[in-house]
């Protein structure tokens, strides 16, 4: 590689990350690997262009190949997703849900967001967000027993606060979310529904989580979760609001757009559309399933008792370590994950009783029900005998000697 010889210090770095990629379980859930010709399209010539503007709409010569990129992007998206209207051109998913925010709502105007314990997003409304900055927001959350949403609770609320907008959709929740029953609940106050499927959006195409469409009437994604893009954000709708999202993400709120990232959204969205994909997302599902009943059966207690998608939630106030010394211990033993809030939590964001698990990134790398039971005890033994610096090193030859049995082929997806 060229980059060897003209920058070896960045060039080092990279190589270090490979090194990491390849003998680490990811098990953060919003991670995934993408396949070379999704790391090729991002690489490419594309990162030159400058293209302002929309297809046939730019503010800058040369875009006749860039337009036709763009335009493959949005079909693509559209026929993925059965909608009338996409935009590929948020740099993130937080982008995308500010875009739709400002299209729509006044400054101030009230919002109800999931509240971030309950497993919201930060730009659902957090107060250190530009969402909860900007507008009112009026969090809900699930309920205490059940860990579950509550949607007749959740009606209740709507009613009092009349919010101009709710925001459903979650970065940790682990059941299905009933996008019906929110979009009923949005109409008994003449509210907008948005649906931010950041991390179930793979599992949704390919019909293993119901779709928004037409219940929410603005859809936000990130392309690089489940459905294994590359990292950028995604805005579909209707139509009838195409106008007014086109000219929020540019020029209210972007500049110029990432062809290269637009051209791997479009190689993207094409591999979505495989069967192997569907394939793929099935394993995904089982996987967590897999892993999450390997936990319990090892004394773990998991939030809502289990899973239905890509993730789980561990709670770890049982095993007396925090889900910040938990997520350091296991990152030392080779298995990446992300300490997590779980609902009312009693700690804060940075210390959390909780860690999140997800299975999209192991799954892409071919492991299956097998390696989940694995995986189960591999972090219930670092858990467990963190005391024992023997056991340690014992987690960490088996992570490696896992990981060298599933080796990171991008050339395979
Ligand atoms: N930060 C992402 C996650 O990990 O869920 C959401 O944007």
Known sequence: MKIKQTDP????WIEKEEERLAFTLELIASENVVSEAVLEATGSVLTNK??????GKRYYGGCKFVDEIERLAVERAKELFKVDYANVQPHSGT???MAVLLSILKIGDRIM????????????????????????????????????LDYD?????????????????????PRVIDFAAFRKIADSVNAYLMADIAHIAGLVVVGLHPSPVGFAHFITSTTHKTLRGPRGGLILAGKEHGHLLNRMIFPGIQGGPLMHVIAAKAVAFKEAQRPEFRDYQVQVVKNSRCLAEGLEKRGFRLVTGGTDNHLLLVDLSHQNITGAEAEKLLESTGISTNKNMIPFDPLDAIRTSGLRLGTPAITSRGMKEGQMETIAGLISDAIIFRADPAKISDVKKRVKNLCRKFPLNSRKL
Do not use: W
């Open 113 to 148: 967001g999931m509240s971030l314990d309950s497993g919201g997003h930060l730009s659902h409304g957090a107060s250190v967000s530009f969402s909860g900055c900007l507008f009112e927001n009026h969090p809900y959350t699930v309920n205490r027993k059940t860990e579950l």
């Open 95 to 97: 982008q995308a849900n």
């Open 153 to 173: 609770e959740i009606a209740r609320q709507v009613k009092q606060v009349k919010p101009g907008m709710i925001i459903c959709g979650a970065s940790s929740y």
């Open 50 to 55: 400058y293209a302002e503007g929309y297809p």
């Open 9 to 12: 210090e960045v060039s080092g």
